[in-house]
Protein backbone atom coordinates (compact mmCIF):
# COMPACT_ATOMS: atom_id res chain seq x y z
CA UNK A 1 0.00 0.00 0.00
CA UNK A 2 1.41 3.58 -1.10
CA UNK A 3 2.31 5.16 2.17
CA UNK A 4 3.14 8.56 0.53
CA UNK A 5 0.26 9.87 -1.79
CA UNK A 6 0.50 13.51 -3.93
CA UNK A 7 -2.34 13.50 -6.07
CA UNK A 8 -1.13 16.65 -8.50
CA UNK A 9 1.52 15.58 -11.01
CA UNK A 10 2.04 18.82 -11.81
CA UNK A 11 1.34 22.52 -10.70
CA UNK A 12 1.58 25.77 -12.25
CA UNK A 13 1.70 29.20 -10.62
CA UNK A 14 2.62 32.91 -11.35
CA UNK A 15 5.29 34.32 -9.85
CA UNK A 16 4.53 36.00 -6.07
CA UNK A 17 1.28 34.11 -5.80
CA UNK A 18 1.07 31.10 -2.94
CA UNK A 19 0.82 27.55 -3.93
CA UNK A 20 -0.25 24.51 -2.19
CA UNK A 21 1.38 21.39 -2.48
CA UNK A 22 -0.74 18.23 -1.34
CA UNK A 23 0.26 15.09 0.61
CA UNK A 24 -1.44 12.40 2.20
CA UNK A 25 0.19 9.44 3.96
CA UNK A 26 -0.83 6.71 5.57
CA UNK A 27 1.38 4.82 8.79
CA UNK A 28 -0.08 2.86 11.93
CA UNK A 29 3.51 4.35 13.63
CA UNK A 30 2.64 6.81 16.11
CA UNK A 31 5.80 8.19 16.24
CA UNK A 32 6.84 9.41 12.53
CA UNK A 33 8.04 12.73 10.55
CA UNK A 34 6.83 14.46 7.54
CA UNK A 35 9.40 15.85 5.32
CA UNK A 36 9.34 17.87 1.68
CA UNK A 37 12.35 18.55 -0.22
CA UNK A 38 12.68 20.16 -3.31
CA UNK A 39 14.74 19.08 -6.24
CA UNK A 40 15.67 20.81 -9.11
CA UNK A 41 16.85 19.50 -12.37
CA UNK A 42 20.49 19.16 -10.78
CA UNK A 43 19.64 16.48 -9.26
CA UNK A 44 20.37 17.65 -5.50
CA UNK A 45 17.64 16.77 -3.28
CA UNK A 46 17.00 20.30 -0.91
CA UNK A 47 15.59 19.91 2.35
CA UNK A 48 12.49 22.10 2.99
CA UNK A 49 10.88 21.54 5.89
CA UNK A 50 10.09 19.08 8.76
CA UNK A 51 6.90 17.99 11.06
CA UNK A 52 6.92 15.80 14.30
CA UNK A 53 4.10 14.06 14.79
CA UNK A 54 3.95 15.35 18.28
CA UNK A 55 4.71 18.51 17.33
CA UNK A 56 1.69 20.80 18.36
CA UNK A 57 2.37 24.08 16.20
CA UNK A 58 2.64 23.64 12.06
CA UNK A 59 6.35 23.99 11.15
CA UNK A 60 7.30 26.96 9.43
CA UNK A 61 10.88 27.94 7.24
CA UNK A 62 10.99 31.54 5.87
CA UNK A 63 8.07 31.38 2.93
CA UNK A 64 7.48 27.33 3.53
CA UNK A 65 4.79 26.41 5.72
CA UNK A 66 3.25 22.64 6.32
CA UNK A 67 -0.25 22.46 6.88
CA UNK A 68 -0.59 19.84 9.28
CA UNK A 69 -3.56 18.28 9.67
CA UNK A 70 -2.81 15.06 11.91
CA UNK A 71 -6.63 13.60 12.12
CA UNK A 72 -6.86 13.39 8.29
CA UNK A 73 -2.90 12.47 7.85
CA UNK A 74 -2.01 15.20 5.98
CA UNK A 75 1.03 17.17 5.57
CA UNK A 76 0.21 19.91 2.48
CA UNK A 77 3.24 22.27 1.79
CA UNK A 78 2.40 25.93 1.13
CA UNK A 79 4.73 28.11 -0.28
CA UNK A 80 4.12 31.71 -0.23
CA UNK A 81 4.83 34.57 -2.83
CA UNK A 82 6.49 31.98 -5.33
CA UNK A 83 9.44 32.93 -7.08
CA UNK A 84 10.88 31.83 -10.38
CA UNK A 85 13.53 29.57 -8.99
CA UNK A 86 10.61 27.78 -7.17
CA UNK A 87 10.52 25.89 -10.55
CA UNK A 88 11.59 22.48 -9.41
CA UNK A 89 9.99 18.68 -8.62
CA UNK A 90 8.96 18.87 -5.11
CA UNK A 91 8.93 15.41 -2.62
CA UNK A 92 6.81 14.81 0.48
CA UNK A 93 8.52 11.94 2.34
CA UNK A 94 8.01 10.27 5.51
CA UNK A 95 10.44 8.32 8.03
CA UNK A 96 8.79 6.13 10.53
CA UNK A 97 9.87 5.77 14.31
CA UNK A 98 12.76 8.13 13.73
CA UNK A 99 14.39 7.38 17.20
CA UNK A 100 15.58 4.10 15.35
CA UNK A 101 18.89 5.32 13.41
CA UNK A 102 18.01 2.81 10.04
CA UNK A 103 14.98 3.76 9.44
CA UNK A 104 14.09 5.08 5.53
CA UNK A 105 12.79 7.76 4.16
CA UNK A 106 10.07 6.89 2.25
CA UNK A 107 8.85 9.30 -0.70
CA UNK A 108 5.72 10.19 -2.38
CA UNK A 109 6.18 10.07 -6.01
CA UNK A 110 6.42 13.96 -6.80
CA UNK A 111 4.59 17.44 -8.44
CA UNK A 112 6.33 19.44 -10.94
CA UNK A 113 6.48 22.96 -9.89
CA UNK A 114 6.20 25.22 -12.80
CA UNK A 115 6.60 29.06 -11.94
CA UNK A 116 5.73 31.51 -14.81
CA UNK A 117 6.67 35.88 -14.51
CA UNK B 1 31.56 19.02 8.51
CA UNK B 2 27.89 18.87 7.91
CA UNK B 3 27.79 16.93 4.35
CA UNK B 4 27.53 13.57 2.68
CA UNK B 5 30.04 13.19 -0.42
CA UNK B 6 29.51 11.43 -3.34
CA UNK B 7 31.98 10.42 -5.80
CA UNK B 8 31.74 10.63 -9.16
CA UNK B 9 29.17 13.07 -9.78
CA UNK B 10 29.07 10.94 -13.45
CA UNK B 11 30.24 7.97 -14.53
CA UNK B 12 29.62 5.63 -17.51
CA UNK B 13 30.09 2.25 -18.20
CA UNK B 14 29.70 -0.92 -20.64
CA UNK B 15 27.86 -3.53 -19.66
CA UNK B 16 30.84 -5.58 -18.99
CA UNK B 17 32.06 -3.57 -16.73
CA UNK B 18 33.01 -3.04 -13.01
CA UNK B 19 32.94 0.04 -11.08
CA UNK B 20 32.13 1.29 -7.23
CA UNK B 21 30.36 4.46 -6.35
CA UNK B 22 31.74 5.71 -3.12
CA UNK B 23 29.88 7.46 -0.36
CA UNK B 24 31.64 9.54 3.00
CA UNK B 25 30.05 11.36 6.01
CA UNK B 26 31.83 12.35 8.82
CA UNK B 27 28.33 13.69 11.10
CA UNK B 28 28.95 10.49 13.49
CA UNK B 29 25.57 9.14 11.54
CA UNK B 30 25.35 5.15 12.19
CA UNK B 31 22.94 4.45 9.19
CA UNK B 32 23.52 5.26 5.85
CA UNK B 33 21.15 4.44 2.92
CA UNK B 34 21.65 3.62 -1.24
CA UNK B 35 18.29 5.53 -3.24
CA UNK B 36 18.00 4.92 -7.02
CA UNK B 37 16.42 7.63 -9.27
CA UNK B 38 14.97 7.36 -12.28
CA UNK B 39 13.86 10.71 -14.44
CA UNK B 40 10.80 11.93 -13.15
CA UNK B 41 10.15 9.25 -10.30
CA UNK B 42 10.64 9.46 -6.76
CA UNK B 43 14.09 8.06 -4.96
CA UNK B 44 13.48 4.22 -4.06
CA UNK B 45 15.46 2.56 -1.41
CA UNK B 46 17.85 -0.06 -2.51
CA UNK B 47 19.86 -0.76 1.07
CA UNK B 48 20.23 -0.08 4.53
CA UNK B 49 23.18 -0.32 6.55
CA UNK B 50 22.52 0.45 10.23
CA UNK B 51 25.71 0.01 12.49
CA UNK B 52 27.83 -1.36 10.14
CA UNK B 53 25.33 -3.90 9.34
CA UNK B 54 23.58 -4.47 6.14
CA UNK B 55 19.78 -4.15 7.58
CA UNK B 56 17.40 -3.69 4.41
CA UNK B 57 18.10 -4.97 0.69
CA UNK B 58 15.02 -4.25 -0.92
CA UNK B 59 15.10 -7.15 -3.40
CA UNK B 60 17.72 -4.73 -5.50
CA UNK B 61 19.21 -7.21 -7.76
CA UNK B 62 22.75 -8.86 -7.15
CA UNK B 63 24.74 -6.77 -9.96
CA UNK B 64 24.33 -4.00 -7.08
CA UNK B 65 26.48 -4.92 -3.98
CA UNK B 66 26.72 -2.97 -1.47
CA UNK B 67 29.79 -2.34 1.38
CA UNK B 68 29.85 -0.44 4.53
CA UNK B 69 33.80 -1.31 5.51
CA UNK B 70 33.34 1.55 8.18
CA UNK B 71 30.93 3.95 9.81
CA UNK B 72 32.05 6.47 7.22
CA UNK B 73 32.09 4.82 4.44
CA UNK B 74 29.59 3.14 2.08
CA UNK B 75 30.53 1.65 -1.28
CA UNK B 76 28.21 0.78 -4.17
CA UNK B 77 29.33 -2.04 -6.54
CA UNK B 78 28.61 -2.39 -10.11
CA UNK B 79 28.60 -5.39 -12.16
CA UNK B 80 27.64 -6.30 -15.35
CA UNK B 81 24.88 -3.21 -15.37
CA UNK B 82 22.01 -3.16 -17.81
CA UNK B 83 21.10 0.10 -19.71
CA UNK B 84 18.04 0.28 -17.50
CA UNK B 85 20.03 0.53 -14.72
CA UNK B 86 21.22 4.08 -15.81
CA UNK B 87 19.44 6.33 -12.79
CA UNK B 88 20.58 9.13 -9.88
CA UNK B 89 22.05 7.38 -7.00
CA UNK B 90 21.23 9.06 -3.93
CA UNK B 91 23.35 8.19 -0.63
CA UNK B 92 22.13 9.66 2.54
CA UNK B 93 23.02 8.88 6.59
CA UNK B 94 20.99 9.56 9.34
CA UNK B 95 20.82 9.41 12.80
CA UNK B 96 18.21 8.39 15.44
CA UNK B 97 16.00 11.24 16.91
CA UNK B 98 13.21 13.22 16.05
CA UNK B 99 13.92 16.10 13.67
CA UNK B 100 15.56 16.53 10.26
CA UNK B 101 18.83 17.67 11.64
CA UNK B 102 19.97 13.66 11.16
CA UNK B 103 18.91 12.76 7.54
CA UNK B 104 20.94 14.06 5.03
CA UNK B 105 21.70 13.31 0.88
CA UNK B 106 24.25 13.19 -0.76
CA UNK B 107 24.68 15.04 -4.34
CA UNK B 108 24.44 11.83 -6.07
CA UNK B 109 26.27 9.51 -8.84
CA UNK B 110 24.41 10.36 -12.29
CA UNK B 111 24.95 6.34 -14.06
CA UNK B 112 25.05 5.96 -17.92
CA UNK B 113 25.41 2.72 -18.77
CA UNK B 114 25.93 1.78 -22.52
Known amino acids: AQKITQTQPGMFVQEKEAVTLDCTYD???????LFWYKQPSSGEMIFLIYQGSYDQQNATEGRYSLNFQKARKSANLVISASQLGDSAMYFCAMREAPHQAGTALIFGKGTTLSVSS | DTEVTQTPKHLVMGMTNKKSLKCEQHMGHRAMYWYKQKAKKPPELMFV???????INESVPSRFSPECPNSSLLNLHLHALQPEDSALYLC?????????????FGSGTRLTVV
Open chain 2, 92 to 104: ASSQGGQGNYGYT
Open chain 1, 27 to 33: TSDPSYG
Open chain 2, 49 to 55: YSYEKLS
